[in-house]
């Protein structure tokens, strides 16, 4: 067993702090980098291969204001600014102004992009959105390093394989970080004048694909709800867990982003029976929301109309299938021609099969519109919209408003004793001997989720997998690890455990079916909660959920 005791205790000072080194943290890293101001960027993995970034992406949403019916930014804004979101017009309105120079920051980085014959963009509609704001990539495996290199290049601090486990918060204002090496066991505290949060939107190993992997997922399976975990347990309020939990298609028995593409340039997705079934969901059918899109696959099977379940693409254009199966799905992820060799899967040939994958949970922090926390001062918020351009501009976003605080706020003096607290925290599970292993210590929390948190869910059933949850939780301190990557995995497990907690407290509250998961004791839309906001929190040492009434400005 390692002596938590003995490990070094490695002291830092900074005025930015970045955790969090994908997209989201890059964005934030190059808008701080080379402004006057000392930046630290962590992440527990490597710069140029972590975050979902780094399997490859294939898409950026970009509004361009071209002239197109839907291309313009009070449509995004009225699109995507409404009480349930948590979005003002100036949040969205800075994504939309950073897209543009984010694109160009990826051109001159190699990055290349699908045009038409006449010059301009290639670019599909999909989630539902009114507009055809999807730009396609071709080299998307090639992003991340590139990207990492640029980072490298302005100056910034880069402390890789840190483990956060700990937002240290004075006097209501974020002071800096607490962690741990998960290569070398070093103890690292960091002071900061101000804090990104970009650890990632998207938390996975909440629930398994068919292949009942956790680790063969659509998106990174190391982002398990720090974002949201640290977040909360730092003071700041939490929105969104409600509404945004997240699945989509993918190809049966394999977990893969990329889906997007495929959907947004025509695919018909096809039941057992034959049927064309979204029409029955959306009239948008395969590009209407995804929500709809997982929900309206759910019920399909539900009713015995599935699995199968194909995804035909042989109608489109043998140009766009070309890049579909052979640029943009291996953007994504590099084994996709493999795979697809073992699968005999042919674009041009035959339908796909696919099946819902597993279950992601979204939450993001209340911000004032400058991306600042409603509630703890100095934290930004990262990682606050949807997919690759929705990170990497608002972590953007977030680091430019991060170097304006650094004028208003001072380093402040650690706790020593709570920072000595933390440490032995940190490091009990490797200390602890016949205990409960990390890996099943997790599992069951996948379990619990999987049962009583899926795509059918009731009040009852939600009601009992709290119970359960916190019975898991009572046993953390049993957690034991056999060395420092099964530490880092039990902090991970911690993190998730504390997400699924307060997602399945949110989704208890919203009685009404809406979004990606059916509610089968409130099986109907509720439009009295149209302009509810509800914000999770902590309130007295314990989680609470208050129901909001936003105003939401017009521009």
């Given amino acids: 067993m390692h002596d938590s005791g003995e490990m070094a205790v490695i002291t830092h000072e900074t005025d930015v702090l970045v955790l969090g080194a994908g997209a989201s943290g890059c964005g934030a890293a190059l808008a701080a980098g080379g402004k ?6 962590a992440d527990k993995g490597k710069l140029e291969s972590c975050g979902s970034l780094g399997g490859g992406n294939d898409h950026f949403m970009a509004v ?28 969205v309105r800075q994504w939309l102004d950073t897209m543009p120079r984010m694109i160009s920051m990826l051109k001159s980085l190699g990055i290349e992009f699908l045009h038409n014959p006449d010059g301009s963009f290639y670019r599909t509609t999909g989630f539902g959105q009114p507009g055809s704001w999807w730009t396609h990539i071709n080299n998307g495996k090639y992003i991340k390093r590139r990207l990492g290199g640029l980072v490298r290049s302005r100056g910034v601090d880069i402390l890789e394989y840190f483990q956060c486990t700990r937002l240290l918060v004075s006097e209501g204002r974020v002071a800096g970080a ?22 990632g939107r998207l938390a996975g190993r909440v629930s398994v694909n068919s292949s009942l992997n956790p680790f063969n997922s659509a998106f ?36 893969c982003p990329g889906m997007n593409g495929i959907t947004s340039s025509g695919a018909r997705g096809i039941n057992a029976l034959g049927e064309r ?28 109309n599935g699995p199968p379940f194909v995804l035909d693409l042989t109608h489109i254009d043998k140009d766009i299938l070309h890049h579909l199966q052979y640029d943009s799905m291996p953007g994504d992820k590099e084994t996709w021609n493999d795979y697809c060799a073992q699968a005999g899967i042919d674009f041009s040939t035959k339908p796909m099969e696919v099946e819902l994958s597993e279950l992601y949970i979204n939450g993001i922090m209340y911000l004032k519109d400058n991306f600042e926390s409603r509630s703890v001062n100095g934290l930004f918020g990262g990682s606050m919209f949807h997919d690759f351009s929705g990170s990497i501009c608002s972590g953007y976003i977030a680091g430019t408003h991060a170097v304006e605080a650094c004028s208003r706020y001072a380093l402040a003096d650690m706790d020593d004793e709570k920072i000595q607290q933390e440490k ?6 490797l200390h602890t001997e016949d205990g409960i292993r990390q890996e099943k210590f997790e599992a069951a929390i996948r379990q619990v989720m999987n049962y ?9 059933g939600m009601h009992v997998a709290l119970e359960k949850l916190a019975f898991i939780e009572s046993r953390k301190n049993e957690v034991m690890a056999a060395s420092l990557h099964e530490l880092m995995r039990a902090h991970e497990s911690f993190h998730l455990l504390r997400t699924c907690m307060l997602t399945t407290m949110a989704s208890l509250e919203r009685r009404e079916t809406r979004f990606v998961y059916r ?14 906001l509800l914000v999770v929190f902590c309130k007295e040492g314990a989680p609470y959920c208050e129901w909001r009434t936003p105003l939401v400005p017009q521009e």
């Avoid at 291309?71 to 699109?79: P, Y």
């Avoid at 032995?424 to 599970?429: A, D, I, M, S, Y």
């Avoid at 009583?452 to 009852?460: C, D, F, N």
């Fill in 36 to 41: 006057g101001v000392r930046v630290l960027l």
């Fill in 64 to 91: 361009l204001n071209s002239g197109a019916p839907g291309d313009d930014a009070q449509t995004a804004i009225d699109f995507y600014c409404t009480p349930m979101t948590g979005y003002t017009p100036a949040h």
């Fill in 277 to 304: 079934y979204m029409a029955k969901y959306h009239p948008m059918m395969e590009v209407g929301p995804r929500c709809l899109l997982v929900r309206g696959t759910s019920q399909e099977q539900s009713e015995g």
């Fill in 452 to 460: 009583y948190m899926g795509y059918v869910r009731s009040g009852k």
């Fill in 178 to 199: 607490a962690g741990f090496h998960v290569l070398d066991g070093s103890f690292h505290v960091i002071r900061a004048r101000a804090v990104v949060l970009a650890l």
């Fill in 220 to 255: 990174s399976p190391f982002i398990t709800g720090s974002q949201i975990a640290l977040g909360y347990e730092a003071g700041a309020e939490i929105i969104t867990l409600d509404t945004e939990q997240e699945a989509t298609l993918i190809p049966k028995g394999w977990g």
């Fill in 519 to 532: 509610r089968s004791d409130y099986p109907d839309i509720d439009h009295s909660y149209d302009d509810k």
């Fill in 424 to 429: 032995e925290r940190v490091f009990l599970p």
